[in-house]
């Protein structure tokens, strides 16, 4: 932890003393060193079943387990030091439910705040295989091969229900819901490409670059202001993500 700015060294230190805690694990762009100068501390607190939460709360408003959902759980934005530091809380034996599903190919999608295109549960799996481990000890995860055969088609059919619906709101002159709609459809190609090759995705961020659909985002610059032309619009974003026209509507079974 010599690397740690004081502070958060300090920080991982009362963490790892806790009742309960099992590890400390550095997550998000600290983790991968990919930083700027908004780029904050993110430290997973993973504990199984139960945690003695007393020694987070004397740093600032604590958000008990459960209150943020079954996947982000709960933690604390704090500052320490004059510096920002997220505390996520996680619960090892939900980790590892969630775990073994990925490892049969299986996830499901939460809504979270700050998800365009929802939350797999895969992502507990992800941040064991990329956040780094300050304290204790926790399992080294690979991508499962099963969830490269199975989630790209998964992500495809969110993909093409999405652009579909962001047809439908384009005929209505409804804009929001068409741009709404389209964007979640890059996203969720976006998850596609990345499960197809086998690399993990924590948040979409630098999601639409990491899976190279950058040239997508020159479409979302030109916006038309009238309905045909919005529909013309959603095609052409439906055609640079490679939306095959038999896919515009998953729902209908297929002639």
Request: charged share 20%.
């Amino acid at each position: 932890m010599d690397d740690l700015p004081k502070p958060v060294a300090e920080l991982v230190k009362e963490l790892s003393a806790m009742p309960g805690t099992v590890a400390v694990a550095l997550g998000g762009s600290r983790a991968f060193g990919i930083t700027d100068a908004g780029t904050d501390w993110d430290l997973g607190l993973y504990y199984r079943d139960t945690i003695d939460l007393t020694a987070l709360a004397a740093h600032g408003t604590v958000h008990p387990p459960g209150s943020w959902g079954r996947l982000m759980n709960g933690g604390a934005w704090l500052e320490v030091g004059g510096e920002r530091v997220d505390v996520l809380l996680r619960d090892l034996t939900v980790v590892e439910h969630w775990t073994a599903r990925a490892e049969r190919g299986e996830f499901e999608l939460d809504a979270l705040l700050g998800y365009t295109a929802g939350v797999p549960t895969y992502l507990l799996t992800a941040e064991l295989a990329l956040g780094r481990v300050l304290y204790g000890t926790l399992p080294t995860m690979s991508f499962p091969p099963a969830l490269v055969a199975a989630a790209p088609d998964v992500w495809r059919f969110c993909r093409s229900f999405s652009i579909e619906y962001a047809r439908v709101h384009a005929t209505r002159g409804n804009h929001a819901g068409a741009v709404a709609q389209a964007a979640k459809a890059v996203m969720e190609e976006g998850h596609a490409v990345m499960c197809a090759q086998g690399r993990w995705v924590c948040n979409e961020k630098r999601l639409i670059d990491d899976a190279g659909l950058t040239g997508v985002q020159s479409l979302f610059g030109r916006m038309p202001s009238e309905t045909p032309e919005l529909v013309r619009w959603v095609d052409a974003v439906a055609d640079r993500l490679g939306v095959p026209p038999g896919d515009a509507m998953p729902w209908k079974p297929r002639a």
